[in-house]
């Protein structure tokens, strides 16, 4: 069974740093898409950025864009999300997701088959 697991999340004030961790199990990624999505209790779940394991086609939010960059390790099958110059809008629960039809690459979250529990990322002012 896929399964899919976030760690790194944690407070960090504005300005700083965090990098997130999703550790994927349970299938070969090769053809997969894996994406960041973020959820705060006023907003619905939103999407942050994608890419698939094979490389190609990363794409970020406007938010994000400049700022956070996704990236993964074929060795610890495990996605990252590097946060940089961190904001305070930030602050919300950090969710990994996976489309094991990655040939196609959606910002929604609902071709996303696969997620992990969350990880709570706070930024300070």
């Known amino acids: 069974q896929v399964q899919l697991v976030e760690s790194g999340g944690g407070l960090v004030e504005a300005g700083g740093s965090l990098r997130l961790s999703c550790a994927a199990s349970?299938?070969?990624?090769?053809?997969?898409?894996m994406a960041w999505f973020r959820q705060t209790p006023e907003k619905e779940r939103e999407f942050v950025a994608v890419?698939?394991?094979?490389?190609?086609?990363?794409y970020y939010s406007d938010s994000v864009e400049g700022r956070f960059t996704i990236s993964r390790d074929n060795g610890e099958n495990t996605v990252y999300l590097q946060m940089t110059s961190l904001k305070p809008e930030d602050t919300a629960i950090y969710y990994c997701?996976?489309?094991?039809?990655?040939?196609?690459?959606?910002?929604?979250?609902?071709?996303?088959?696969?997620w992990g529990q969350g990880t709570q990322v706070t930024v300070s002012s």
């Open positions: 890419m698939r394991w094979s490389g190609s086609g990363t």
């Open positions: 997701a996976a489309n094991k039809r990655g040939a196609a690459i959606f910002t929604g979250p609902k071709p996303y088959q696969y």
């Open positions: 349970g299938d070969t990624f090769n053809s997969y898409a």
